[in-house]
């Protein structure tokens, strides 16, 4: 069964950071491109970023670029997020998913139950 | 950016076909996907590559996608489909994953 389970998540002063990460277990996680997906308080979904299967490829969205960073440790089965110079706006619960696919992006079919990130002072 | 279009809601009676839009430019160019999210729960993907469905999810659900609009379509709706609903394409001009705002449908 695939099970993507994610942590770190928590309170921080805004310009603080954070390390999110996600366990990965049921099936082969170095073959497989990875998302962080983000959902602000009763508000819709926004693509945070993607990495893919041998982390040739790694992509974000524009609110996040220079500010977060994607990375994934295949021998721990993990994926992370590091998270800095956080803002109010960046409060959100934190999914990551997986695609179906190692490299070029095709779809999530699987993803984790979330991790709630609150940046406040 | 791609911008995807979503009406905010959607109300439909049990038992009646829900259609649910997402519009966006030449989207029928490109790969739609659907997933459906429940409160405090994961987004689960219920339609993909426009019309192709997950194993396990019912046949009532079904997509289609031409033009500037893709559509979600749920046959002989259910109480246990209401949910917040999700489209998703892939913008290759700009290596983007991009959503659609969200349609809530309400089972009346």
């Known amino acids: 069964e695939v099970q993507l389970v994610e942590s770190g998540g928590g309170l921080v002063k805004p310009g603080g950071s954070l390390r999110l990460s996600c366990a990965a277990s049921?099936?082969?996680?170095?073959?497989?491109?990875m998302n962080w997906v983000r959902q602000a308080p009763g508000k819709g979904l926004e693509w945070v970023s993607s990495i893919s299967s041998s982390s040739s490829y790694i992509y974000y969205a524009d609110s996040v670029k220079g500010r977060f960073t994607i990375s994934r440790d295949n021998a721990k089965n993990s994926l992370y997020l590091q998270m800095n110079s956080l803002r109010a706006e960046d409060t959100a619960v934190y999914y990551c998913a997986r695609d179906v696919t190692g490299e070029l992006p095709e779809l999530f079919d699987y993803w984790g139950q979330g991790t709630l990130v609150t940046v406040s002072s | 950016s791609y911008v995807l279009t979503q009406p905010p809601s959607v109300s439909v009676a049990p038992g009646k076909t829900a259609r649910i839009t997402c519009g966006g430019n030449n989207i029928g160019s490109k790969s739609v996907h659907w997933y459906q999210q429940k409160p405090g729960q994961a987004p689960v993907l219920v339609v993909y590559?426009?019309?192709d469905r997950p194993s396990g999810i019912p046949e009532r659900f079904s997509g289609s996608n031409s033009g500037n609009t893709a559509t979600l379509t749920i046959s002989r709706v259910e109480a246990g489909d209401e949910a917040d609903y999700y489209c998703?394409?892939?913008?290759?001009?700009?290596?983007?994953?991009?959503f659609g705002g969200g349609t809530k449908l309400t089972v009346l």
């Open positions: 590559d426009d019309s």
């Open positions: 998703q394409v892939w913008d290759s001009s700009s290596d983007h994953w991009v």
């Open positions: 049921g099936f082969t996680f170095s073959s497989y491109s």
